[in-house]
Each structure stands twice: as structure tokens, then as C-alpha cells.
């Protein structure tokens, strides 16, 4: 029987169980046929798995999914596939040593000698259709983050997908290019294709959508004609509360320069150029905001600044002294802490919470005496920063991999800033964090700034650099393009810059650019 | 009459491609395997189970070709065990390969034991193409080898044509590279990646087996003497492309032969042991440099066992 309905997609009461979460409580959506509909929430909230189970890459613990009106139980992606459903996966799942041709055409049983002409040419039709230039020859490594979407894409209807499920397609893009993607999804829902797209950025949803299903904590918290909502009952939904949309940011007047860097050169891990002739300046109780695309240099920028990657030309100056040269312990000491981007990079999962506190400072006294260390003075260490920084915890022996993504990132803040350092670099600091924990990193943050430090924070989070920074920077390919006052930023002018479309001369730097 | 250089070379892959046979079935073996995303340390174990087990049949049955399949269904089946503990049971490879390595090296030697000095009657002969093995000087030498090395060099093409032009072969490469994305597409990424190990076993068994029913031909305790490690060495060397397989078996196969021509000179062979591996170092430190930029080298998902539900 077709549904009269319109409806293409009916999940009921799907649950799925992972050891430790329920990721779906019991989960009822509806997608009608030739809408794009909106799968909105917080990390965590299940989005993903809902979909993964559409796709067949999970399978629901109880449940039942419906497609086109019959009943049916999707055991693998290949069924998925031949029900007309494609996904494109938040991480591309892309080879990138392989071409556009090779990644499009893989899985197809078509032809067995390679490459294939017809293939070639199904690939331009549909990209001249959709409106998305590709060059089926190009290897996916040499293929920006918004080209290589493009294939993601291309991959889903060259199969004949009529039903496309884009996982947080925007995360990766520049805003550019997230309105590209955006209109030609419109495009597509135009032709009849149905959209399925999961975010969790509520103007995307205002944008984009036809529809949206708002999920929290594993439930539908609400199904919506976009058309008859707003932006602040979406977030409430979301959120389960009403969230601040403004940080409250105390006017403090800059102090000296801590963090001077000037012509810095740095290489990659394959040995190419990542951050080039670079200079900026911090100033303590200032927070400086680096923007950009990830995979633009910040990761290395950071690292030359901590000491974890050589230098190859240029000076880093902190509190007026060259640290250029320095290894990563006397930088410490001279003052600079460091939050890298992936957690994990500063932690041991496996060992306690106390421990993962005093990795920094074990060697010096009280905690570290001679070849001994002092449990006593570990504990008393311990708990006081536990109790300052509202670190959850059922003890400070718990292994630190137990705690949720908020309380973990806390810990790491908490051994940072206990050293009262004059520089903080963070990066990333709310990656993976819902709204709630983001709320209080921010706070941190903040708070540090008003003790004096000077921090510089790189996020691939536009909208966390622009409302926790007093000063923003963007980066492009290993170079600031502008630098200017957060209260004065520009979106569409950032858009541009973060694109590498735009550069402010040194002249026009502080916001009066034209 | 004094040897020219011309002659030299001939006479150096005269006894070249000989000794570097088995070590090119055992590269293009470990290639297809590695690039499916599977390590297999246990090419050692493989071979020299190839080889008893090819020794033993081909002299009880009085046929050469009964031993050499048998020694690609026992390098096959030992592949197996490794491709069920990695693949199945997602057991780190290094320890599973280093277990298949000694697991051979012991079981051959107590199977083996009597056939320690038996003469074989049924063994491979070089064969004679018409025209070629006529030729002055040059048939004498080149185009006098037994069948297992013509395959060896025909098998050479066609794997690389197999892996870079096919469909096969770029779901292969695709699965060692990033298995979520083959899976995603409706490619069997276990399934694909036991064919490779499995394929990978039984090529290491012929190339155990060459050795003992043409090269030596005998069987000897330990004869494989690590020419399973220079095929783990060579996979690296040839950048896991079956073209470069060919050039460095060849290659090492000479480097093992200077090996014994050279000791009486008063040449530590325990340096020329160390060659293969100085050499593979060496490539791999001048080719880094051009590798980062044409991203080519060890399949991205090389050791990293694949499971849908993981994150
Ligand atoms: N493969 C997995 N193994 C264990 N836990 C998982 C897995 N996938 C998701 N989860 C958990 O399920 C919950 C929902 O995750 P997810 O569906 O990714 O949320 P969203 O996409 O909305 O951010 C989270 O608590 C997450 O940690
Ligand atoms: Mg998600």
C-alpha cells in the first residue's frame, strides 16, 4: 500500500541500548516525501544513531522502521541502499588516496575493468543536475572539505538514493560553502528527493527546513512545521530549559603583551609548510580567538607555541622572554599551559582522576619528594581542585575515562589553570560538549581571563570564538588574513577570509576594513 | 676469454632470480594481504610449512605438482587461523603473525625430520622455450629456469593490473585504506579482507615449496632462514605495489646469494643478513619525502581491525 500521506520514512518506538546510554528511548519520527526535514538536538542527543540504524549500520533493540508504506528490517547498508536510502556520514567516509570515479563507483557490481567511462559520464550528468562541479579525475586529498562532501553526495544518488540522511553536513564547511550545500539541498527536495538533515545549529534549521523533530536525551522532544516556530523555542526544546544566548564578558583593560609571535614558521607532520610568516600578540586578561577552517594550521600553531612541534623560522616571545628554543617543560615553567584540541593528547584515560591532576606538577614539592611522591598531599591537592572546579566525580581515584565528556574536559582545565599560568592556549575547548557543559567551560574561561591570563583559544566553533574572544583572528592556510575586535566582526567579511577569499592589510587591522 | 661485464650481469641474475623466487611469491602475497588492512607476520611459518609439507608430498607421490599445491592449501589454511584470530576475533596482528611464525618453524621441524637428507626424484625442471633457451650465452642463462619462476614473473602484471584496474582491486585497496567507507557502500569488508590473508598464505606456501622441490631441492631444517622477515621487509620496500615486489625480490634474492659467495672471503654474513633490511631503511628514508606528497604508502588502515558498531 503507498501511504496517502506522503509519508517515505516511519520509525516507531525504536530503542537502542550501548553499554552504559541509552542512545534511543524509544524514538518515533515521520518524513514525508519531498521534504527536508530537520533532525535537530544536542551531542548526544541520539541523532545519529537514529540514522545509523535507518542506514542499517546499527541495529535497533526494539523498534520498527517502515519505508515507502512496507514494513521492512535493515540489516545492512546494502539494504538500506537498495531501498533508495543513502547516508552521508558526519566524517566523509572517503579513500583519500583513491579518486572521485573510484570512491563513487565503489561497492557497484557495474563493470569490472577500470576506469569506466559510463561511470565518468552518470557522474558529470549528476553533478551538472544537482549543480555541484566536480572533476571525477581529482584524488579526494587534493579536494577541499566542501568538494569532498560533494562526492559523499554524489555517491548516495549515483545509487539512486531518492532518501538522503546528511549527518551534520555543515561541521566541516566554511559559511560559504555551508550556503552552497544548504541551496542545493533545497534544490533537491525540489526534485522530489526527500532530505533528511541532522544538525544542531538552530539557524540551519530555520534555513533549510520544511519540518524539524527536535531530539533530547535519547527522546523526540517535539515534531514541528518550521514555518510555526523560532529559534528560541527550538533551543528550549533542545535544551530542556531556556540557555543564555549572551555571555556576560566584564569590559578589563589589556594588559602587557604576554604572548608575542612573530614570523613563525612551522611544518606539518608530512613536512609541508602549515603556518607561515605568522605574528600576534596576546595581552593579559585578553582572549585572543584564532578562526578559521580546521586543518588551516591551528593544530600546528598551537602545538610550535607548547613546544610539541619544531620551529622552523620566527620567534615566540612569552612575558617578554624567547621561548623559542625551549623543550616543552621549561616552557611550562616559564608560563604557558596548554588545553590541546584532542583531550586526550594531555591525559591517561585509564588512570585516576587525582593522578591526571598532577601529571604537571608530580616532579616538584609538596607532591613529589625526591624519587617519592606524596599521597597525602596528592589527596589534599586533589580534592581542593575537585571542589573549586565542580569537577563530578565519585572519588578522585575513579579512572578519569569514566567521567562524561564535560567533567573530563573540567579536570584538564582545572590542572591547567591551577599553575596560574600568564599564557593558556586552548583549542577546542567545548568539542563534543552539550550546551550545558559548554556553559560552564566558557564560564572558566571567562573567569580566567578576569584573573589576568592571557589566552589564546583556537575553535573550529565560529560562534564560540565570537562570543567568548576580545580579539579575533583568521587563519587560512597558515596565515592570519585579518585580525579585528570581536564586537566588530563581520560574518560575511570572516566568511570570506576563513575561505581565503579576503585579506585585511596591516593598515585596516583593527575592524575598519572595507 | 675473460668474463665481460655483460656477462657478469647475466651471471649475477642468472643466480639472482633463482633466489629471489620465493621471496616474490611471498611479497605478492603479504602485499594483497597488507593491502586489505591485515599484517601477517606469520610469512616465516607459512613458508617453511610450504616448504616440508611440498617436500614431503611431491616425494611421497612422486609428483612435483601434488607438493606444490599441497603447500598453497597448508600456507592457505595457516593464513586462515591468522585471518580468523584478526579479522574474527580482532587479536592484535603482530602477536597472532609472530604465533602462525613459530607455530611453523616447530611443526616443520618435527614433520620434517624424515625427510632430513632424502633425495627427491620429482622436481621441478627448467623448461625449454623454443627459441629462447637456444639463444648464445643468453638462453644458456636466462631462459633455463623451471616453470614456478616464469608464473612468478607472469603473476607480476597481472596482480598489479588486478589491483589498480579493477573493480576487485580497488575494493581491496579501498577496505585496507578506510573500511567504514567500503562498508558504508555494501562491501563485505570481512569477507574481502580473509580472501586477501588467505590468498596471501597460499602464495607464501609456494614460494616455501620452490625451495624445497627446485631451489635446494631438499628439505632442510630451518632451510626458509628468514626469508619470510626479508618478505615482510620487501612488502615495505615495494611500497605494497607488486612492480616494485618483482624489482626487490630479484634484488634480495641476489643480496642472499652474495651472502654465500662471499663468507669464504672472510665477509661476515652476518652483515649481508642485514643488507635487505639496511636497504629497506634506506628506500623507505630517500621515498618518504615523495611518498607524503603523492599520499602513497602502507595502507591507511593497516593493523586496525574493523567492526561497524565501533566508534
Ligand atoms: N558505537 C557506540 N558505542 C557506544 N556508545 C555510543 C555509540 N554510538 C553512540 N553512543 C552513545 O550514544 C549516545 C548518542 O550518541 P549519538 O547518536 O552520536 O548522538 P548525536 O548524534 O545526537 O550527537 C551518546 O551518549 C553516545 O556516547
Ligand atoms: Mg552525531
Known amino acids: 500500500m503507498m501511504p496517502e500521506d506522503g509519508v517515505v520514512v516511519r520509525m516507531k518506538g525504536i530503542v537502542k541500548r550501548f553499554p552504559g546510554v541509552v542512545a534511543n528511548a524509544g524514538v518515533d519520527l515521520e518524513v514525508r516525501r519531498g521534504e527536508v526535514h530537520a533532525l535537530l538536538g544536542e551531542n548526544g542527543a541520539g541523532k545519529t544513531t537514529l540514522m545509523n540504524i535507518l542506514y542499517g549500520i546499527y541495529h535497533p533493540d526494539e523498534g520498527e522502521i517502515w519505508v515507502n508504506g512496507k514494513r521492512v528490517t535493515i540489516r545492512s547498508p546494502q539494504d538500506a541502499i537498495r531501498l533508495g536510502i543513502g547516508m552521508i556520514h558526519q566524517q566523509f567516509r572517503l579513500v583519500q588516496t583513491h579518486t572521485v570515479v573510484e570512491n563513487i563507483i565503489l561497492g557497484l557490481k557495474e563493470a569490472f575493468f577500470f576506469p569506466d567511462r559510463p561511470a565518468r559520464r552518470r557522474i558529470l550528468e ?25 562526492v559523499e553526495i554524489l555517491k548516495v544518488l549515483y545509487r539512486g538514493a531518492n532518501i538522503l540522511i546528511l549527518d551534520e553536513p555543515t561541521s566541516m564547511l566554511t559559511p560559504a560553502e555551508t550556503h552552497d550545500l544548504l541551496r542545493t539541498l533545497r534544490r533537491m527536495a525540489k526534485q522530489g528527493q526527500t532530505v533528511i538533515f541532522i544538525t544542531h545549529k538552530l539557524e ?21 512545521n518550521t514555518s510555526e516556530t523560532n529559534p528560541r523555542q527550538l533551543a528550549q526544546l533542545m535544551v530542556g530549559r531556556d540557555v543564555l544566548f549572551r555571555l556576560e564578558k566584564k569590559p578589563i583593560q589589556p594588559g602587557e603583551v604576554v604572548l608575542d609571535v612573530s614570523g613563525l614558521n612551522v611544518l606539518n607532520d608530512k613536512g609541508l609548510p602549515a603556518v607561515c610568516d605568522l605574528a600576534l600578540q596576546v595581552r593579559a586578561g585578553q582572549i585572543l580567538g584564532v578562526a578559521g577552517v580546521s586543518g588551516n594550521g591551528q593544530r600546528e600553531l598551537v602545538e610550535a607555541i607548547a613546544g610539541l612541534r619544531p620551529v622552523v623560522g620566527g620567534r615566540i616571545a612569552v612575558n617578554g622572554r624567547d621561548v623559542t628554543r625551549l623543550l616543552p617543560r621549561a616552557r611550562i615553567e616559564s608560563g604557558i599551559g596548554f588545553v590541546p584540541g584532542e583531550r586526550w593528547m594531555a591525559l591517561v584515560p585509564s588512570m585516576s582522576v587525582a593522578e591526571n591532576l598532577i601529571l604537571k606538577n608530580y616532579v616538584r614539592s609538596p607532591i613529589g619528594r625526591g624519587i617519592w611522591l606524596d599521597r597525602r598531599a596528592i589527596a589534599v591537592y586533589a580534592d581542593a581542585l575537585i571542589n573549586q572546579f565542580a569537577i563530578l566525580t565519585p572519588d578522585r581515584h575513579t579512572p578519569l575515562k569514566k567521567l562524561s565528556g564535560g567533567n573530563i574536559q573540567r579536570a584538564l582545565l582545572a590542572r591547567e589553570m591551577s599553575e596560574k599560568p600568564s599564557l593558556l592556549i586552548v583549542a577546542q ?22 584573573r589576568g591570563t592571557a589566552i589564546l583559544l583556537i575553535s573550529d566553533d565560529l560562534k564560540e570564538v565570537l562570543s567568548l574572544s576580545d580579539r579575533v583572528a583568521v587563519i587560512f592556510e597558515g596565515q592570519i588574513m585579518g585580525e579585528f575586535l570581536a564586537e566588530q566582526a563581520d560574518l560575511e567579511q570572516i566568511s570570506l577570509m576563513m575561505a581565503g577569499a579576503l585579506r585585511l592589510s596591516d593598515a585596516n587591522v583593527v575592524g575598519e576594513a572595507a | 676469454m675473460g668474463v665481460n661485464i655483460f656477462e657478469f650481469i647475466l651471471l649475477a641474475l642468472r643466480a639472482a632470480i633463482p633466489a629471489g623466487t620465493p621471496l616474490l ?11 586489505s588492512g591485515v599484517l601477517n607476520l606469520g610469512v616465516e611459518g607459512m613458508m617453511i610449512m610450504g616448504a616440508v609439507s611440498g617436500f614431503a608430498v611431491a616425494h611421497t607421490t612422486g609428483n612435483v605438482w601434488f607438493g606444490i599445491l599441497t603447500a598453497a592449501l597448508v600456507g592457505g589454511l595457516l593464513a586462515l587461523i591468522h585471518a580468523f584470530a584478526c579479522i574474527t576475533l580482532r587479536v592484535n596482528q603482530v602477536v597472532s603473525g609472530l604465533a602462525l611464525t613459530m607455530l611453523g618453524l616447530g611443526i616443520s621441524g618435527m614433520m620434517g625430520k624424515r625427510y632430513v637428507g632424502q633425495p627427491l626424484a620429482a622436481r621441478l625442471q627448467p623448461i625449454h622455450i623454443p627459441g629462447l633457451s637456444d639463444l648464445p650465452v643468453i638462453g644458456e642463462l636466462l631462459f633455463r629456469f623451471d616453470i614456478l619462476v616464469y608464473i612468478g614473473i607472469l603473476l607480476v602484471p597481472l596482480l598489479w593490473f588486478l589491483l589498480y584496474k579493477t573493480r576487485l582491486g580497488i575494493t581491496l585497496r579501498s577496505v585496507g585504506e578506510n573500511p567504514a567507507a567500503a562498508d558504508a557502500l555494501g562491501v563485505n569488508v570481512a569477507f574481502v579482507r580473509y580472501a586477501a590473508v588467505v590468498f596471501g598464505g597460499m602464495m607464501a606456501g609456494v614460494g616455501g615449496a620452490y625451495l624445497s622441490v627446485s ?43 652474495l651472502q654465500y659467495r662471499l663468507q669464504p672471503l672472510g665477509i661476515s654474513p652476518n652483515l649481508l643478513n642485514m643488507l635487505p633490511f639496511l636497504l629497506t631503511i634506506l628506500v623507505l628514508w630517500i621515498s618518504s619525502g615523495e611518498a607524503a606528497r603523492r599520499h602513497i604508502g602502507a595502507p591507511a588502515a593497516l593493523m586496525t581491525p574493523y567492526s561497524r558498531e565501533e566508534r
Do not use: C, N
Request: aromatic residues 10%; proline residues 3%.
Open chain 2, 215 to 257: 631451489y635446494a631441492p631438499a628439505w632442510i631444517e630451518g632451510m626458509t632462514a628468514g626469508a619470510g622477515w626479508i618478505v615482510i621487509a620487501l612488502t615495505i620496500f615495494a611500497i605494497w605495489d607488486p612492480r616494485r615486489a618483482l624489482l626487490g625480490a630479484y634484488l634480495f634474492g641476489g643480496v642472499r646469494v
Open chain 2, 25 to 35: 611469491y611471498g611479497t605478492l602475497g603479504e602485499v594483497y594481504a597488507e593491502r
Open chain 1, 429 to 450: 575547548p567545548t568539542s563534543g560538549l552539550d550546551v550545558g557543559a559548554t556553559e560552564t567551560i566558557w564560564q572558566m574561561l571567562l573567569a580566567e581571563r578576569e
Open chain 1, 126 to 150: 549528476l553533478s551538472e543536475h544537482y549543480g555541484m562541479k566536480i572533476d571525477p579525475e581529482a584524488r579526494i586529498w587534493q579536494l577541499s572539505a566542501g568538494e569532498q562532501q560533494r
Open chain 1, 204 to 224: 540551519e534549521v530555520i534555513e533549510v527546513s520544511d519540518r524539524v523533530t527536535v531530539m533530547r536525551q535519547g527522546k523526540v522532544a517535539a515534531t514541528l
